[in-house]
């Protein structure tokens, strides 16, 4: 027999879980959040706020060097201890009591420990102190428990205790050297933010960075970082680590080596499903949890999963997306209601298909949402490609001085409407929601000439885009 019981009992206080919680008890369920670590998760306190806080102050300078005016006000290097002391203050010094206080106003029941499933719609809940409590759910249980970093099999890296994104985030010294393994967005922001800071950055990927991407992206970060004086190594994995006295030695497949005081491993991520016991409910630990729009997880009609857990889209925005729907459907049916009946289709999470957008902020920015050229046409949609150079817009010349910059929009040609769009430059990802609202909205080209861009904003590139594809 369980000791509580609550109409929905969701594992995992990060925003996601906050999020489904929360929509849940907007709908009139009793609902209990479980969290192991703090309320506000990964995004709060390792990941999306204090990564963008240690970017910001090199971005600002750079951002003030570029025009003239203000670079000649410009003295001094970085104050790192003020980026750092910054960087604490958006963390709360990893203090959740704010988080915590969100919850209780919310009308949300908070246990501490590690929540496990010991049968469909139960779960064993252990404190810190030993104790367990079992929690019953009436109608539903959501799995919120997001994502870890992905450490690769490279004999000797565990041994010589390498960085993730956490310890990158919430670092209270900066290296003198850090070898950053992988060129995704963690690998890429990082090295932007820690080559800011004044430390030499190596980075290391075997293929080019920011995979996924347009092409022209993932080259003009590396001529970026590579200004800013770090060594991009491309096409070579590291095939062997050891630590000496004083620093980590990593060997490469090419032959050569990295010595740096610190590694960071940023090639990719990995569930955090494997002591969650989906055994005990007929599915397996430590894979992703496949789910269906309404986030039910598939094969069963009581178990939800939200967030990076799914394995959809792994950013904290499309998270909450999905757990706004999954909240409403979770409240909808625990009372009976026809989930079709919920407002503006928030049931269902469909903009994962083909509408994510994303924004990695490195110098220059790079922004994105929909299909990029290549997944367009392996989707078999006949496009045409509209390049702009952004530094061409009033603007731009305005905004900063020999502004360098791409536009690209992804046009399916059948439907007269933008599938994709990528940006790359300066501040370009605060333009990045217009082009969001025109591919889930599928405005088409006709119409957006109707949608006339303020002058002499960076806005006119859509102006420029809609003159390429001409009448």
Known sequence: MADDAYDLIVIGAGPVGENVADRAVQGGVRVVIIESELVGGECSYWACMPSKALLRSGSAVRAAHAVAGAAEAVTGEIDVAAVL????????????????????????????????????????????????????????????????????PIDGLADIAPWTSREATSAREVPATLAILGGGVVGCELATAYASLGTKVTLVARS????????????????????????????????????????AVLSLSDGGRVVAEEVLVATGRVPRTSDLGLENVGLAPGEWLVVDDTMLVNGTDWL??????????????????????AGDVIAARAQGRDVDDAPWGLHVATADHRGVPQVTFTDPEVASVGLTEAAAREAGLHIRVLDVNIGAVAGASLHSDGY????????????????????????????????????????????????????????????????????
């Open 85 to 152: 002391q910054r960087r604490t203050s958006f963390t709360h010094d990893w203090n959740d009591a704010s988080q915590v206080r969100w919850l209780e106003g919310a009308g949300i029941d908070l246990i501490r420990g590690h929540g496990t499933l010991i049968g469909p719609r139960q779960v064993s809940v252990a404190a810190a102190d030993g104790g367990v409590r079992v929690l019953e759910a009436r109608h539903a249980v959501a799995v919120c428990t997001g994502s870890a970093a992905l450490l690769p």
């Open 208 to 247: 080019g960075l920011l995979g996924g991407t347009e092409p022209f992206a993932g080259e003009a970060v590396r001529a970026s970082l590579e200004k800013m004086g770090v060594t991009v190594r491309l096409g070579v994995e590291v095939s062997e680590a050891h630590r000496t006295e004083r620093s």
């Open 304 to 325: 939800y999963a939200a967030g990076d857990v799914n394995h959809r889209a792994l950013l904290t925005h499309q998270g909450k997306y999905q757990a706004r729907a």
């Open 404 to 471: 360098a910059g791409t536009a690209r929009a992804i046009v399916d040609e059948d439907r007269g409407v933008i599938v994709g769009a990528t940006l790359v430059g300066q501040d370009v990802g605060e333009l990045m929601h217009a082009a969001t609202i025109a591919v889930v909205g599928e405005v088409p080209l006709a119409r957006l000439w109707h949608a006339v861009p303020s002058y002499p904003t960076i806005s006119e590139l859509w102006l420029r885009w809609l003159e390429a594809y001409g009448r």
